[in-house]
């Protein structure tokens, strides 16, 4: 072991003992729960289209909405909008290729040295229905840039310079190259944000946390929370329009959005997974038009023929984005894919393992309560085999994180998960839980929204026979009703500091809503495994 392993190893260890910072060796843990603050609201109005973070500010074929995207260890993808987003009765779609899609780029300020070319797409909402509304985008542009270095900042500005169209400068840095001991500075873990009050206040914490990078669990925008002519948003789409012909999306809520993150997403990376509330069905069965079309995602590049699910590599962490609104049965496409890439993972480069897609398979809220089972059975034994080390859900509209659990008992050897669906969305804050009194689901509650129905009374265990548990959940570690986000600090090839922030914290200094270092045991979880590569 190298003396700089060694005095990273005994700066974690004074670190813990002097901040009392607890370690998954110390678990697991009894669960504990901090109910909702009731001096708080539940949630808050969206933000209006007139919110001068949500208004257009640049004119003509200027770029907006910047945003960029991991590609490779060593390329980036580079995303924006032009022109103007048409809705209304009778829409025409713009010409993809009447503004072109270029990114000057270099390492000094105001000194581009590279060119990346790419291309333009525009995607229509339709809705043959009488009175509602359509949507065309404006032009969509994605380039990857190629041949970059790690770690090193690249200043940038992306348009059509033949008009003169260009944004203003802005810069990234890239991640660190996959090594074992090479990690990203600080990662942010978002889920269902929208655009409320509420989410100003998480995306203003988080600027303030200073990431390096964003992990975007699903539930972006919420735009179908409106009818498609605008108006004001809810909470509940089905309650205020029970005649709606079909679940209604007010697509403009995508630009705004765009531009509301766009002081983030243009100079860091993020990484999106979609959610329910991206599946916008149009007629004739076209789904998650504005999420396909929007993001750039490093699906090919990890032999995935699918942008709902893919993978990429971040320093010494590989980073495993799977789609629950797709198919995820052991016959399919998608867990073909998965097992391949995790037998492609090489531990001894990218030690640390981490999955995220939308729905939690664990969850002791009643809201969404066993709504994934299904999922669940299918994927969980194949993501325990490679010892996947932490996982990332949303969906419920709280925080709550398990102990090591793998088929609903506690293990040694079993994920971290981690439900973060609390970024501050229109739908309020989830405070109910499915082991008070009154609250468990019946089995015919939490329908998915895609796949099969597999809810079911546990077989054994201290709730054998029923389907909901009486008290909090041996697995379930530790539950907060509150809006939030979370930063993931990985330290070397065994630690992790997680970090999780509450909206309310947000101006108290070194306040914590939940903290924890996340710690691999790699010569016992791997010793006896086909997956053990050498550390």
């Known amino acids: 072991m190298s003396l700089v392993i060694v005095l990273v190893m005994i700066n974690i260890i004074m670190a813990v003992t002097e901040s009392h910072i607890p370690t998954t060796l110390d678990g697991p843990f009894d669960p504990v729960t901090r109910r909702f603050d009731s001096s708080l609201r539940r949630g808050s ?54 503004v072109r899609s270029k990114v000057m780029y270099g390492k000094e300020s105001g000194k581009y040295t590279s060119v990346g070319k790419g291309d333009s797409v525009v995607y229509s909402q339709l809705y043959p229905f009488e009175g509602l509304w359509n949507y065309t985008s404006g032009i969509i542009h994605h380039v990857k840039l190629q041949d970059l270095e790690p770690e090193t900042r690249y200043y940038y500005k992306c348009g059509d310079s033949s008009i003169p169209a260009m944004s203003q400068e802005h810069y ?6 996959p090594r074992p001991n090479n990690y990203p500075s600080r990662i942010a873990v978002i889920g269902d944000l929208g655009l409320t009050s509420n989410s100003t206040t998480t995306i203003d914490h988080l600027i303030y946390n200073d990431p390096s990078m964003i992990l975007m669990i699903g539930d972006l925008t919420y735009a179908n929370q409106y009818r498609t002519t605008g108006g004001k948003g809810v909470p509940c789409f089905s309650c205020a329009f029970p005649n709606a012909p079909i679940r209604e999306t007010y697509q403009p809520r995508w630009d705004g959005w765009g531009r509301f993150m766009e002081p983030l997403t243009s100079k860091i990376p993020m990484m999106v997974i979609e959610g329910n509330h991206e599946i916008e069905p149009q007629a004739e069965g076209v789904t998650f038009k504005s999420y396909l079309t929007r993001f750039a995602v490093p699906a090919e590049e990890s032999g995935s023929k699918s942008n709902f699910y893919y993978s990429f590599d971040a320093g010494g962490i590989h980073f495993i984005m799977l789609g629950a609104y797709v198919d995820y049965n052991s016959t399919g496409a998608q867990f073909a894919w998965l097992k391949q890439d995790l037998q492609n993972v090489d531990r001894s480069v990218t030690p640390w393992l981490v999955a995220t897609w939308h729905p939690p398979w664990y969850n002791s809220y009643a809201s969404h309560y066993q709504e994934f089972e299904c999922m669940r059975l299918e994927m969980e034994a194949l993501l325990y085999q490679y010892r996947v080390d932490i996982v990332f859900n949303g969906h419920v509209h709280a925080y709550e994180r398990m102990n090591r659990v793998y088929n609903y008992t506690l293990d040694p050897c079993g994920p971290v998960y981690i439900t973060v669906g609390d970024g501050g969305n229109i739908e309020k804050v989830d405070v109910d839980f499915a082991d008070d009194p009154g609250k468990c689901p019946s089995p015919g509650d939490n329908t998915p929204e895609f796949g099969g129905v597999c809810h079911s009374n546990f077989t054994f265990g201290p709730a054998k026979g029923n389907f909901c548990w009486n008290k909090q959940p041996e697995w379930s570690a530790f539950r907060e009703s509150s809006f939030g986000h979370g930063i993931l600090e990985v330290v070397n090839s065994t ?19 939940d903290q924890i270092y996340i710690v691999r045991q790699p010569e016992l979880c791997l010793k006896d495994s086909k997956v053990l590569a050498p550390y």
């Not at 987003?85 to 009778?90: E, K, R, S, T």
């Not at 990234?172 to 190259?177: V, W």
């Not at 630690?495 to 809503?513: C, F, I, P, S």
């Open 45 to 98: 109005d969206d933000l209006p289209m007139t919110h001068p973070r949500l208004k257009k500010n640049v004119t003509s074929n200027f770029p907006e909405q910047i945003a960029l995207a991991i590609s490779s260890p060593s390329s980036m993808w580079v995303s924006w909008v032009t022109g103007d987003a048409q809705v209304g009765l009778n829409v025409t779609p713009l010409v993809p290729t009447s």
């Open 495 to 513: 630690y992790a500091l997680w970090t999780w922030h509450r909206n309310q914290d947000n101006y108290k200094e070194n306040a914590v809503g």
């Open 172 to 177: 990234f840095e890239t991640p660190p190259k």
